[in-house]
């Protein structure tokens, strides 16, 4: 049972320039959701996809958007990039449907994006 | 901000001893995660506590629940070397958004 994906594990991107980060959920899940980590700091939810739609937003602009395909897997694009995007961005997948109070969300490795 | 707070922020102690750290956070919610991470790495999912539970446990770990005081304690027992990381609690509110806490940096000396 494969768990989340993520990739490219490492990227050097310059101000400026516009990123791709990838995820493949968990194996039957079907919502995604993207957390970026500060050195030295818990994850901060950016946003989440489920049936292809952005659900729910955190406090980031509009540089940051996604996609979720058919397949569940998930796109997080970052344009503009800002030396202060520098972090670890972390792939979280659940499901949904399943009873709120039990839903266990799953985390990928990580993609870490360095701005230079 | 709706994202917990852990404390401590550090913790050292010694291979054998227990580690205990806690967390607080600001709504409602339906469950309350804990996790662990590794320099660099993902996060590791540890144990789940649903907003009806008080205490549960896992191997070496016992969760605590306190919705009343909207806190919670995570204690790993018998501490060993590789259990040094970071420690985050997680909440899934009401509204299925998932807010972290800031961490505890645990580190276990052999």
Redesign the interface.
């Known amino acids: 049972d494969a768990g989340v994906t993520q990739s490219p594990t490492h990227l050097i991107k310059t101000r400026g320039q516009q990123v791709t980060l990838r995820c493949s959920p968990k194996s039957g899940h079907d919502t995604v959701s993207w957390y970026q980590q500060a050195l030295g700091q818990g994850p901060q939810f950016i946003f989440q996809y489920y049936e292809e739609e952005e659900r729910q937003r955190g406090n980031f602009p509009d540089r940051f958007s996604g996609h979720q395909f058919p397949n569940y897997s998930s796109e997080l694009n970052v344009n503009a990039l800002l030396l202060g995007d520098s972090a670890l961005y972390l792939c979280a997948s659940s499901l949904l449907g399943h009873t709120a109070s039990g839903n266990t969300i799953y985390f990928g490795e990580g993609s870490w994006l360095t701005v230079v | 901000s709706q ?1 917990g707070e852990e404390d401590p922020q550090a913790l050292s102690i010694q291979e054998g001893e227990n580690a205990t750290m806690n967390c607080s956070y600001k709504t409602s919610i ?2 309350l ?1 804990w ?1 662990r991470q590794n320099s ?6 540890l144990i ?1 506590i ?3 539970e008080r205490e549960k446990h896992s191997g070496r770990l016992r969760v605590t629940l306190d919705t009343s005081k909207k806190s919670s304690s995570l204690l790993i027992t018998a501490s060993r070397a590789a259990d040094t990381a970071s420690y ?1 609690c ?1 909440t ?1 509110n ?10 505890t940096s645990l580190t276990v000396i052999p």
Do not use: D, I, K, M
């Not at chain 2, 009401?94 to 961490?103: D, I």
């Open positions: 994202q339906n469950n995660q996790y660099g790495r993902g996060l590791v999912h789940l649903r907003s009806n985050f997680a899934l009401t509204g299925n958004q998932f807010y972290f806490g800031t961490g």
